[in-house]
């Protein structure tokens, strides 16, 4: 085994390879580039090397810089991980030029699978399906709309050197065929450099199906398959192990063809065969064609190790390490079901926009894996893969994984960036994903209802004001008093746009009653009733206080913020109390300025009615504006100002009385 390995990769990859070097007693070396020079993989490594800037060419797709870096720290060998270098030949014969093993397939190996159409080639002669179209070298437009038709549309246009979703483009009528053509060339150029395509039948209701292989270049074996269907955009969302309703038959054959096929390229390391199926009429050991074969780890593949209970990572380094392959096809056996989530910083509505921010909370529920390169106070980058976290569950049938991770995503609680936790959330209770009734277009159909956000609750605006008062502490008691004194309370808080005024009362030490009032006239979607809502008691329970639905508060205030995680990570705006005009009792029906500065407009004139959060007054003060609102609902009863004065700190602005 090496004593010393380099990992040329960055993110949960990197976590995730040194869990087990170190395990193995194998000791690590990470790379970094300027962004992540204080990242979870940099602190979990035994010794980092800083390799240059943020963008991936400045760093992780230098060959040279890592290579140095590797001879330098007297590392034996490089693991890619993947995405940036995992499946480039040039970087696997420089790594060997330099004396030191590269943890992977060979050069050969890689080259013969890299681009799309000679794998098919390859694997046609290998006796593998593939799927029906031209994979040609005749790149002529209207040779290729001449094939298509042959075909039958609709049809794909796959960019040959394709990777990611990216260069492809479904084809329904020969009439689009030549603009189609042209888009799928032109984002093959940018992002391979090289627009070859390949065109291919159009499978309908098709299943991505994909399986594990593992080689040592003598021999081969398969762990098992993936089903890969939920996607957006052609990249996998949700994956899982084994297929909703594979039949061993099916098995038999899609196994013996991935096996087939990483012999014939002399495999070694683990690589995956991926198979799109037809799955119109139920899974059938005659409807399955290759695809194309990803000689690198896959981001999926703990739902491999989950089920087979081998540590695919192990294997790799104890393969390149010269060891024959650890076991045989008869010893490796799959047991119960795994499930993964991949959970990303993007915008779903605005199409899987990716985002960034600062994870100001992050935290995983005990007892399910979760695989991540970040922790809470991290930021995603827009340099990198916005891939949060993977969570996986395993169990002994689907259901009870399914269970596990619609349980797990529920715990799991992230703050400071958008995400796709609420979408997934939904996604695992769609019925026909529950039923194992999965496709490719699955997502795309249902889209609407995925992205539906519900209005808040009003326990979600109870909890958040609990938060917002800073009563989620114990409670007396609990603290040591004896007795205990009543107490009342109320705060202000935005949900969106909508003010929420809460008023919080005791009613003995464990039972704390909120009554939530929403501002009249505020616009929103699915709009609330405004004005008082029913009182909402929660309970204090052991550690913490339960709702009226029984579930547990959960939730931090985060700044000027507070957070509910509910079915969704819900954030108010806590309202800066220098801009909430008047207050609780005294002064209260006085609008003062909480500062000095210059009045820019006055919203309200005498005998005019207000609402908690309608807006008084814009009072400009060091150069930013502050929007003074009604503390609670009333009648303008006087008007001390105008717009353009000039005020000191304190000064009357309007007075208020209460509703005759
Ligand atoms: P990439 O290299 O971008 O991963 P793939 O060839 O693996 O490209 O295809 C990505 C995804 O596109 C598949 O998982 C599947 O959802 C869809 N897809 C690919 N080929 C077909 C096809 N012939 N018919 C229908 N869908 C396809
Ligand atoms: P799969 O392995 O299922 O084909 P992807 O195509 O999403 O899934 O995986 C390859 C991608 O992984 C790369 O293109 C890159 O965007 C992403 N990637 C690379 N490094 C990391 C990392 N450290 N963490 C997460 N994702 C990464
Ligand atoms: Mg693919």
């Given at each position: 085994m090496f004593r010393r390995i380099l990992i040329a990769n960055r993110g949960e990859i990197a976590c995730r390879i040194i869990d087990t070097a170190r395990r193995l007693g194998v000791e690590t070396v990470a790379v970094y580039s300027d962004t992540d020079r204080a990242a979870r993989h940099v602190e979990m490594a035994d010794r980092a090397v800083h390799i240059g800037g943020s963008a991936p060419g400045e760093s992780y797709l230098r060959a040279d810089a890592i290579i140095r870096a590797a001879l330098d720290t007297g590392a034996q060998a490089i693991h890619p991980g993947y995405g940036f270098l995992s499946?480039?030949?040039?970087?696997?014969?420089?790594?060997?030029?330099?004396?030191?093993?590269?943890?992977?397939?060979?050069?050969?190996?890689?080259?013969?699978?890299?681009?799309?159409?000679?794998?098919?080639?390859?694997?046609?002669?290998a006796g593998v399906p593939v799927v029906p179209g031209y994979h040609g070298d005749d790149q002529d437009g209207g040779r290729l709309l001449e094939r298509a038709g042959k075909i039958g549309f609709p049809v794909l246009i796959k960019a040959v050197a394709g990777g990611g979703g990216k260069g492809?483009?479904?084809?329904?009528?020969?009439?689009?065929?030549?603009?189609?053509?042209?888009?799928?060339?032109?984002?093959?150029?940018?992002?391979?450099?090289?627009?070859a395509v390949l065109v291919e039948k159009f499978i309908e209701k098709p299943r991505h199906i994909e399986v594990q292989v593992f080689g040592d270049g003598d021999r081969a074996v398969h762990l098992y398959e993936r089903d890969c269907s939920l996607?957006?955009?052609?990249?996998?969302?949700?994956?899982?192990?084994?297929?909703?309703?594979?039949?061993?038959?099916?098995?038999?054959?899609?196994?013996?063809?991935?096996v087939r096929a990483a012999r014939a390229i002399g495999y070694s390391g683990a690589g995956t065969v991926e198979f799109i199926v037809d799955a119109a009429g139920g899974l059938s050991a005659d409807r399955f064609w290759f695809m194309e074969m990803n000689t690198r780890l896959q981001v999926e593949h703990?739902?491999?190790?989950?089920?087979?209970?081998?540590d695919l990572v192990e294997w790799q380094l104890r393969v390149a390490a010269g060891e024959p392959l650890p076991a045989r096809q008869q010893d490796i056996s799959c047991t119960g079901h795994a499930i993964e989530a991949r959970l990303y910083?993007?915008?779903?509505?605005?199409?899987?926009?990716?985002?960034?921010?600062?994870?100001?909370?992050?935290?995983?529920?005990?007892?399910?894996?979760?695989?991540t390169g970040v922790r809470q106070g991290d930021v995603i980058s827009p340099f990198y893969d916005p891939m949060i976290a993977k969570i996986i569950t395993h169990g002994a049938t689907r259901e009870l994984a399914l269970a596990k991770l619609s349980a797990a995503l529920a715990r799991t609680e992230v703050a400071g960036t958008v995400t796709n936790l609420a979408f997934l959330g939904r996604l695992v209770r769609e019925d026909d994903f529950a039923t194992g009734n999965v496709d490719t277009g699955l997502i795309d159909r249902r889209l609407d209802a995925l992205c539906a956000q519900d209005a808040a609750s009003d326990v979600d605006i109870a909890a958040a004001a609990v938060l917002a008062a800073g009563l989620d502490a114990p409670p007396a008691p609990a603290r040591g008093f004896a007795l205990w004194e009543p107490m009342a309370q109320s705060v202000t808080l935005c949900d969106g746009a909508c003010p929420i005024t809460a008023r919080l009362r005791h009613e003995g030490a464990e039972r704390l009653v909120v009554t939530v009032t929403r501002a009249a006239g505020a616009a929103q979607a699915a709009p609330p009733e405004a004005g008082p809502q029913d009182p909402i008691a929660f309970h204090w329970r052991a550690s913490g206080w339960v709702g009226p639905d029984g579930a547990a508060l959960r939730g931090r205030r985060i700044g000027d913020a507070v957070v509910v995680f509910s079915r969704e990570a819900r954030e108010f705006a806590l309202v800066d109390p220098l801009a909430v005009a008047g207050g609780e009792g005294g002064s209260g029906d006085l609008v003062e300025a909480p500062m000095p500065g210059l009045v820019k407009a006055i919203f309200a004139g005498p005998g005019q009615a207000v609402s908690t959060g309608d807006r008084l007054a814009l009072l400009e003060a060091m150069k930013m504006e502050h929007t003074l609102r009604a503390a609670r609902d009333g009648t303008v009863a006087e008007v001390f100002v105008a717009a353009g004065d000039q005020v000191e700190a304190g000064a009357a602005l309007i007075r208020l009385e209460e509703t005759p």
């Amino acid at each position: 085994m090496f004593r010393r390995i380099l990992i040329a990769n960055r993110g949960e990859i990197a976590c995730r390879i040194i869990d087990t070097a170190r395990r193995l007693g194998v000791e690590t070396v990470a790379v970094y580039s300027d962004t992540d020079r204080a990242a979870r993989h940099v602190e979990m490594a035994d010794r980092a090397v800083h390799i240059g800037g943020s963008a991936p060419g400045e760093s992780y797709l230098r060959a040279d810089a890592i290579i140095r870096a590797a001879l330098d720290t007297g590392a034996q060998a490089i693991h890619p991980g993947y995405g940036f270098l995992s499946e480039n030949p040039d970087f696997v014969e420089a790594v060997e030029a330099a004396g030191l093993v590269f943890i992977g397939p060979s050069a050969g190996a890689i080259r013969a699978m890299g681009l799309k159409d000679a794998a098919k080639r390859l694997m046609e002669r290998a006796g593998v399906p593939v799927v029906p179209g031209y994979h040609g070298d005749d790149q002529d437009g209207g040779r290729l709309l001449e094939r298509a038709g042959k075909i039958g549309f609709p049809v794909l246009i796959k960019a040959v050197a394709g990777g990611g979703g990216k260069g492809m483009r479904r084809v329904d009528r020969a009439a689009d065929f030549a603009e189609a053509l042209a888009s799928a060339r032109a984002e093959a150029a940018g992002a391979f450099g090289n627009d070859a395509v390949l065109v291919e039948k159009f499978i309908e209701k098709p299943r991505h199906i994909e399986v594990q292989v593992f080689g040592d270049g003598d021999r081969a074996v398969h762990l098992y398959e993936r089903d890969c269907s939920l996607q957006r955009r052609h990249q996998k969302v949700i994956e899982e192990a084994p297929a909703p309703g594979m039949t061993e038959d099916m098995r038999a054959a899609m196994g013996d063809a991935a096996v087939r096929a990483a012999r014939a390229i002399g495999y070694s390391g683990a690589g995956t065969v991926e198979f799109i199926v037809d799955a119109a009429g139920g899974l059938s050991a005659d409807r399955f064609w290759f695809m194309e074969m990803n000689t690198r780890l896959q981001v999926e593949h703990p739902v491999s190790e989950a089920i087979t209970g081998i540590d695919l990572v192990e294997w790799q380094l104890r393969v390149a390490a010269g060891e024959p392959l650890p076991a045989r096809q008869q010893d490796i056996s799959c047991t119960g079901h795994a499930i993964e989530a991949r959970l990303y910083a993007e915008d779903v509505p605005k199409g899987f926009l990716p985002a960034t921010g600062t994870l100001k909370h992050l935290r995983f529920p005990d007892g399910v894996r979760a695989d991540t390169g970040v922790r809470q106070g991290d930021v995603i980058s827009p340099f990198y893969d916005p891939m949060i976290a993977k969570i996986i569950t395993h169990g002994a049938t689907r259901e009870l994984a399914l269970a596990k991770l619609s349980a797990a995503l529920a715990r799991t609680e992230v703050a400071g960036t958008v995400t796709n936790l609420a979408f997934l959330g939904r996604l695992v209770r769609e019925d026909d994903f529950a039923t194992g009734n999965v496709d490719t277009g699955l997502i795309d159909r249902r889209l609407d209802a995925l992205c539906a956000q519900d209005a808040a609750s009003d326990v979600d605006i109870a909890a958040a004001a609990v938060l917002a008062a800073g009563l989620d502490a114990p409670p007396a008691p609990a603290r040591g008093f004896a007795l205990w004194e009543p107490m009342a309370q109320s705060v202000t808080l935005c949900d969106g746009a909508c003010p929420i005024t809460a008023r919080l009362r005791h009613e003995g030490a464990e039972r704390l009653v909120v009554t939530v009032t929403r501002a009249a006239g505020a616009a929103q979607a699915a709009p609330p009733e405004a004005g008082p809502q029913d009182p909402i008691a929660f309970h204090w329970r052991a550690s913490g206080w339960v709702g009226p639905d029984g579930a547990a508060l959960r939730g931090r205030r985060i700044g000027d913020a507070v957070v509910v995680f509910s079915r969704e990570a819900r954030e108010f705006a806590l309202v800066d109390p220098l801009a909430v005009a008047g207050g609780e009792g005294g002064s209260g029906d006085l609008v003062e300025a909480p500062m000095p500065g210059l009045v820019k407009a006055i919203f309200a004139g005498p005998g005019q009615a207000v609402s908690t959060g309608d807006r008084l007054a814009l009072l400009e003060a060091m150069k930013m504006e502050h929007t003074l609102r009604a503390a609670r609902d009333g009648t303008v009863a006087e008007v001390f100002v105008a717009a353009g004065d000039q005020v000191e700190a304190g000064a009357a602005l309007i007075r208020l009385e209460e509703t005759p």
